[in-house]
């Protein structure tokens, strides 16, 4: 337990990112609390607290990726055994958010499973979320709590701020869902855009139809929330390089990495591919092509922020802090 401005501050990790919660102890120097964790034999999960919560703020990491529902699970439960503890408040650092695709109704007589989630999260008794690139920023309207929707925008440019580029850039959006967030980037490192034309026959299958852009003799930085199966990431590198770009990288907030993903990663053209560590990555999802960034410091920024009662909208507004790199 901490002390910090007066107010009494506990930090959990579950199952899902321990990695990430580490880092976000090491930066805010709250250190990480037990909980004892079990499984019962149908496969029940049981959740115990060796310390009081009573009157603290807690902050519980746990991103909800695959398993999905296991981790959802764990998530609810421990928030509810610390509500029914007297935690003063609970705060849930959540940085993939799970069913996040599922935010409309595409089709007749569909769930809305984003929406589901939040509703589950409020009624176990969540007083406040951090999230970080929501896949749709509507996700953010089916809460009645706070929601922060942190940005990995700043992170990923000064990654490639650092490597200096002697070509020209140009980012891209691998669909026109994506155009909007290509803008941004493109705005923040003073780079045109290019917008890549696909259909998607079947889920998972993606089939590239044309470029709009100027993309020859340039590095092009395709720019996505997340890469699942990596088919539209891989076939969109492919189709810059035909059109005669000079080398081809991909970054992404959420590396799910679903297979044949690090397959089609490694037989593709792509030079490297940036993610942050909103998700932690097992042995058999990574690649010598893949750096990941980390995120801990500035979600351990917005963790002291909300205990000190200070504004987050700083450490997600990228747009400022573009210009202040003019």
Not at 65 to 85: S, Y
Not at 149 to 172: G, Q
Not at 181 to 202: L, Q, T
Not at 293 to 312: A, E, F, R, T, Y
Request: aromatic share 6%; proline share 6%; net charge neutral.
């Amino acid at each position: 337990m901490s002390q910090i401005d007066g107010h009494k501050v506990l930090l959990f990790s579950l199952s899902a990112n321990p990695k990430l919660a580490e880092e976000i102890s090491d930066y805010t120097g709250i250190p990480l609390s037990k909980i004892d964790l079990d499984r019962f034999a149908d496969g029940e999960i049981g959740i115990n607290l060796p310390e009081t919560v009573r009157g603290h703020h807690v902050f519980l990491v746990q991103p909800t990726h695959e398993p999905v529902n296991e981790n959802i699970m764990e998530l609810l439960i421990t928030v509810d055994a610390m509500k029914r503890a007297s935690a003063k408040n609970i705060n849930v650092i959540m940085p993939y958010y799970g069913y996040s695709r599922q935010d409309r109704k595409s089709k007749s007589r569909q769930p809305i499973s984003a929406k589901l989630v939040a509703n589950l999260i409020e009624v176990a008794g969540v007083t406040r979320v951090l999230a970080m690139d929501l896949h749709a920023s509507q996700i953010q309207g089916f809460f009645d709590i706070p929601i922060d929707n942190f940005r990995a925008m700043p992170i990923i440019v000064e990654y490639f701020e650092k490597k200096k580029f002697e070509d020209d850039l140009v980012i891209v959006a691998p669909d026109h869902g994506g155009a909007v967030r290509a803008r941004k980037m493109g705005d923040a490192m003073h780079c045109p855009i290019a917008i890549i034309d696909k259909r998607r026959p079947r889920p998972n299958v993606a089939e590239v139809m044309g470029i709009v852009g100027d993309v020859e003799g340039k590095i092009a930085i395709l720019i996505d929330d997340m890469i699942d199966t990596a088919g539209t990431i891989t076939a969109a590198a492919r189709a810059l390089m035909e059109r005669g770009a000079k080398e081809v990288y991909a970054a992404c907030t959420h590396p799910l990495f679903t297979p044949p993903a690090i397959d089609r990663i490694n037989k593709s053209p792509l030079k490297e591919v940036i993610c942050t560590n909103t998700i932690m990555l097992p042995k058999y999802k990574k690649s010598d092509k893949i750096i990941q960034l980390s995120i801990g410091q500035l979600l351990g920024k917005g963790v002291m922020n909300i205990i000190s009662d200070k504004p987050l909208s700083s450490l997600f507004e990228y747009e400022e802090k573009a210009a202040k790199n003019d």
